[in-house]
Nanobody, 123 residues
Framework: QVQLVESGGGLVQAGGSLRLSCTGS????????SAWFRQGPEKERHFVAA???????TYAVSMKGRFTISRDNTKNTMYLQMNSLRPDDTAIYYC?????????????????WGQGTQVTVSS
């Protein structure tokens, strides 16, 4: 079973940057669609970004231009580079993988999830 492990979260001031990593077992990120979601205090999980096996990507509107999703298949790792962070980006960030090559934005499209990493942005 695929295991996903996120890292890279932490505390950062508004305007700062963080890079999250999601490491999986062999060939995790080259065979389907992978994504980042986040869950804030309201406990609802929101789509952040997705990348498919062809390298195509999509972003939630509020993240476009600030966040970049990428992956390195040789390292079995997916990344989320987050720049110009704002206090409302504070959340637990989860990585996920799912079958197919669509750029799914619904959490129900993903069947493997990591445990999450906390990102806190101070004002």
């Amino acid at each position: 079973q695929v295991q996903l492990v996120e890292s890279g979260g932490g505390l950062v001031q508004a305007g700062g940057s963080l890079r999250l990593s999601c490491t999986g077992s062999e060939r995790t990120f080259g065979t389907g669609t992978s994504a980042w979601f986040r869950q804030g205090p309201e406990k609802e999980r929101h789509f952040v970004a997705a990348i498919n096996l062809h390298g195509g990507s999509t972003y939630a509107v509020s993240m476009k231009g600030r966040f970049t999703i990428s992956r390195d298949n040789t390292k079995n790792t997916m990344y989320l580079q987050m720049n110009s962070l704002r206090p409302d980006d504070t959340a637990i960030y989860y990585c996920a993988t799912g079958p197919g090559d669509g750029l799914w934005t619904s959490y129900s499209s993903y069947d493997r999830w990591g445990q999450g990493t906390q990102v806190t942005v101070s004002s």
